[in-house]
């Protein structure tokens, strides 16, 4: 029993669209909403709560008639499914009104008028029967003393599923974690049955509708989430008659002065003696009634927050920006008809021209969109769709009815990934990233920042499978949505066929090669997190970062933790430690060169911000948990520590002749210039372990490389081949860190 309550938050909002003139409306959930040419119907009165009150106290006259106070939703879901078995509704009333018998609202409302609303919106939208059913009976296992097991011998195994998945955690249970769990469970249960999210937006917008009576500080709270997790997610599953409703309702909780600044914009346009869009409206009649198209055109009223909007960017608005013209036809190829009699007959606005038809949005949503100009400068935005994509414009994924009758084959690619457009690439993600938040705090603030990118763009593998990306996403997002925590062996990329940093943003349509090492114990640079758009590259880079924590009283861990040319973590010696205090071999990294210190047992490791190789003259000094570090001694690192007292640790190297070095090429811009670089390095033996390539400067470029190499002896011949790579004029060994860098 949430939001309990009957009064409207403040006058308007869910009525909006019924103060510009020429609306065109049917039905009583939704303003501005149409039906399809042919099949108008007249409109029904709006719901009466105070009415299906008292026929919820009455109930049935008789065992096998519908109740009288569940008459709108059936009207509303006949005129959707005219040939829909009602009598999983009949049953699923009886039981709601009967648990929930004695349970009031906290407007005095009998609380079965809560299912009911919500059941009516739902039906409104075209939901099939199975979610009409579990619609009614959503709070009962909540609220009531009926089970999930009852529910499921009643009502079968879908129902059951849906009224568990909208079904609250109880807070003396979970505490202060039982909303974002709720939201996790939730979340969980919609990537299996996305009608689980369906009957959540329908009961947050009914609870939205009658907040009222609830505290200010409540109705705060209560819109703030609704803003923040339940409007992003009726945006993306194309939901827009929830969305627009609920956007305005929490406008006029959360910023109430400006919601009344649009209520007096929008009645001053509606006392206008003239309006253009119903001028452009009947011109856009006429010229489709002259080519022979059949189509239905109709004024379509921005709703209070899109009017907000057009101000905030327009200023001062005239009356074509209260509104749009919608035409609707029945076939694909008419939209593209009407969209070219349009262009040939009114002035177009080219730049304004997008078609959603041929590439849809992430939700589902189908329309070209165009404008046309008047004579005295208005511009009206036009949108033209057939009634099947107006109808999916509207209700989203609840217009497909059930999504999950189809055989189980037919809902699968080649590739393994579902083609069901009810779990769309953001819900995956999201089911994916979510199982790696450490805590319900986490949690909760992620999905806060994820569904604020509503954006999507689709990257190509080489494979011609593709990864699905919120825009502004990088190749460091890329890797981890592809390899999930073994990108933390990514070296590099390819982007459209040219090696790029990590840190590239990448464009809708790129093509994206991964470049992955094949060190085991690879590691991902703490800079990475810079350049992580995703929750899913953030979450896991994060907690690498935790499970392998920086010694913060080493200054050279904290270099190591930021470089890319970061070495791998080290792994201990095998075999016991020497007798005394004889030094003992160890290899510093997987196959490097083995250095010999005088601490019998301590693991060794090559500093990353000196990268020191033989010859070199080496120091070291002890970090965290007893391991030494090795320095080249002109390392900056070194008089760091010497000077904060740090005792240095006698090390030499021992007799293997395997290599880890950083080398810095400069060079001039060409094309090819990185293959051809990497092949020279390549044929001399150089595996790359990571790779950084600044973007250019005057025409010049800096790459940084740290290779492996089977013998130390082998660096001079290494550079002398890459001096020898046309454009690259200097190649130097990578200089130790600087004081304070």
Not at 63 to 90: E, K, Q, S, T, Y
Not at 120 to 127: F, K, M, Y
Not at 352 to 363: M, R, T
Not at 512 to 521: R, W
Request: aromatic share 4%; hydrophobic share 40%.
């Amino acid at each position: 029993m949430n939001a309990e309550a009957a009064k409207p938050a403040t006058p308007g909002p869910a009525t909006s669209g019924s103060v510009t003139p020429g609306s065109v409306t049917a039905g009583s959930v939704t303003p501005g909403r149409v039906t399809p040419a042919g099949t108008r119907r007249k409109a029904r009165s709006r719901l009466d709560l105070r009415r299906l009150g008292r026929a919820a106290f009455l109930g049935p006259t008789s065992r096998d008639r519908l109740p009288d106070a569940i008459g709108h939703v059936v009207d509303a879901h006949r005129a959707h499914h005219p040939d829909a078995d009602l009598d999983p509704l009949r049953r699923a009333y009886l039981l709601a009104e009967s648990s929930h018998r004695g349970q009031m609202r906290k407007s005095g409302e009998p609380y079965i008028t809560h299912p009911l609303a919500v059941t009516l919106i739902l039906a409104e939208l075209g939901a099939e029967t199975t979610t009409l059913t579990a619609s009614l009976l959503h709070d009962t296992v909540e609220d009531t003393e009926v089970t999930l097991d009852q529910v499921r011998e009643q009502f079968g195994e879908e129902v059951c599923y849906l009224v568990d998945g909208v079904t609250k955690l109880e807070k003396v249970d979970y505490g202060a974690a039982a909303e974002p769990e709720t939201f996790r469970k939730m979340l969980v249960a919609t990537g299996n049955d996305v009608r689980v999210m369906s009957i959540k937006l329908a009961d947050r917008l009914h609870n939205m509708r009658t907040l009222g009576v609830m505290r200010p500080e409540k109705q705060e709270r209560i819109a703030k989430v609704t803003q923040d997790v339940l409007i992003p997610l009726a945006e993306r599953l194309g939901v827009q008659a929830l969305k627009t409703e609920l956007e305005d309702l929490v406008f006029a909780i959360l910023r109430p002065e400006e919601n009344r600044h649009t209520r007096e914009l929008i009645l001053r346009n509606a006392s206008r003696a003239d309006d253009p869009l119903a001028e452009v409206a009947d011109e856009v009649r006429k010229v489709l009634r002259e080519a022979d198209l059949a189509a239905e055109v109709l004024i379509r009223p921005r709703h209070f927050v899109s009017v907000h909007r057009v101000s905030r960017k327009r200023g001062r608005l005239r009356g074509a920006d209260f509104g749009r013209v919608l035409v609707l036809v029945n076939e694909d190829a008419d939209c593209y008809g009407v969209l070219g009699e349009l262009h040939t007959c009114m002035t177009p606005v080219v730049s304004e021209f997008k078609d959603f038809i041929a590439v849809p949005k992430f939700n589902l949503y189908q329309s070209l969109h165009t404008a046309v100009a008047r004579d005295d400068g208005q511009v009206v935005e036009v949108l033209i769709r057939t009634h099947q994509m107006h109808k999916v414009a509207e209700a989203g994924v609840v217009a497909l009815g059930n999504p999950y009758a189809a055989p189980a084959e037919e809902q699968s690619t080649s590739d393994g990934e579902r083609v069901d457009p009810t779990r769309p690439g953001w819900l995956s993600r999201l089911l994916e990233w979510q199982r790696g938040a450490p805590d319900p705090d986490t949690f909760w603030s992620t999905l806060r920042e994820d569904l604020a990118q509503d954006r999507e763009i689709t990257v190509f593998r080489p494979d011609g499978g593709t990864i699905g990306l919120p825009e502004g996403a990088t190749c460091v997002d890329a890797a981890y949505a592809q390899y999930g925590e073994d990108a933390h062996a990514c070296i590099g990329a390819r982007v459209n066929g040219r090696l790029a940093t990590l840190s590239t943003v990448l464009r809708d349509g790129d093509t994206v090669q991964l470049l992955m090492g094949q060190d085991p114990a690879s590691e991902p640079s703490r800079e990475w997190l810079e350049h992580a758009h995703t929750p899913a590259a953030r979450i896991a880079i994060q907690r690498w970062l935790t499970a392998h924590p920086a010694d913060p009283a080493d200054p050279v861990e904290e270099d190591r933790a930021g470089s890319e040319a970061a070495q791998p973590a080290p792994r201990p010696a095998t075999g016991g430690p020497a007798a005394g205090h004889a030094p003992e071999a160890v290899p510093a990294s997987s196959g490097g060169a083995q250095v010999l210190a005088d601490r019998p047992g301590a693991t060794v490791r090559l500093a990353g911000c000196c990268t020191p190789v033989p010859p070199d003259e080496v120091t070291g000094f002890a970090v965290r948990g007893g391991a030494v570090t090795v320095h080249r001694v002109e390392c900056a690192a070194v008089a760091r520590m010497k000077d904060a007292g740090r005792a240095e640790v006698g090390v030499r190297w021992g007799e293997g002749a395997e290599c880890r070095v950083t080398l810095v090429a400069e060079s001039f811009v060409r094309p090819h210039l990185l293959a051809d670089l990497t092949e020279a390095m390549a044929v001399e033996g150089a595996e790359i372990v990571s790779a950084t390539v600044e973007p250019p400067t005057h025409q010049q470029v800096r790459h940084t490389y740290t290779v492996q190499l089977p013998d130390a002896a082998h660096l001079p011949t290494l550079m002398r081949a890459m001096r020898k790579v046309a454009g690259v004029y200097d190649v130097s060994r990578a200089k130790p860190q600087a004081q304070g860098t």
